[in-house]
């Protein structure tokens, strides 16, 4: 999917084994298919102004490995990244050498204790170059890289209402979930779990879960997010926001959690992006 930063959009249809997320194998069938689909893409969008130059890029999340870590500093951070790599799903961890160095450790805001927490995700150098060389080959500059839901908890933790408030933010994906629970713009927990396609069970089971220890306000995003809506709220928690990536029989929606990491990662980068235009250029291959 390519989103452009004054809202519109196109989706070009891929085989389903064509992406295979991975933080150390390679994860496209062909990166020259690859760079060419995201060409065939931005002519469908016939760019005003001549073409694009600045891009930035949502990787699958299965393509980092992330974790979490209370406590902060420079002993945190390298006890966080050692943690990362050892658990690394491949008979041999890549060397430091071998990892994207871009694939930085976040010191995330103080709670009202004072108290903070390291975010830290890696994955390895040829995983990320895949993506970027299939960007590049399209004559574009690749200005930031992050993983899909990993690029909405900045401004997610930003949008705190109070110092001590409990939230939780569950991003739904097909085949995967994420959720983070924060107390106040102090993320106090992480997870990402797989689930079968869009069943709403193990998502909502995780938030019950997560909030067990107090009242959360939560919101759902993603595929599949109205039910999973459905089974948490007789619970008695508070689902402040469900956003649903609905297809209304027209083109495939755009998940509301791809979206706005695009949009996320395009204000990180000095852009003003657009709202989502509902309509979307009518181009997809099978």
Sequence with gaps: ?????????????LPADFVAPSPTEPNLASSVEAARVVQAALRALAAPDGGFRDAVIALPDGAAHAGLSEGAGSRAVRRL????????????????????????????????????????AVTGALVAQQY???AEAAGL????????????????????????????????HRRHFVLATASGERLTG?????????????PALAIRRATESGRHAVSILGDGAAAVAE????????????RDAEENGGPPAVSPVTDGALAALLRRAGERPA????????VTEA
């Design 190 to 202: 992480f997870r990402m779990k797989l689930r079968a396609a869009l069943d709403p069970d193990p």
């Design 81 to 120: 990244r050692s943690e990362l790599v050892r658990g690394l799903a491949t008979t041999s961890a890549p060397s430091s050498s071998e990892l994207d160095g871009r694939f930085r450790f976040g010191t995330l805001a103080s709670g009202s204790f004072g108290r903070r927490c390291v975010l830290g």
């Design 275 to 282: 709202p989502l235009d509902p309509a979307p250029v009518a």
């Design 141 to 172: 500059r690749v200005r930031w890289v992050d993983a899909t839901s990993l690029a909405l908890l900045p401004e997610w933790l930003g949008r705190s209402a109070g110092r001590s408030e409990r939230r939780l933010l569950l991003s739904l």
């Design 132 to 134: 970027e060389a299939a």
């Design 1 to 13: 999917m390519v989103r452009t930063s004054d809202g519109r959009w196109v989706r070009w249809r």
């Design 231 to 242: 089974l948490v709220r007789p619970t008695g928690l508070t689902v402040a926001e469900a």
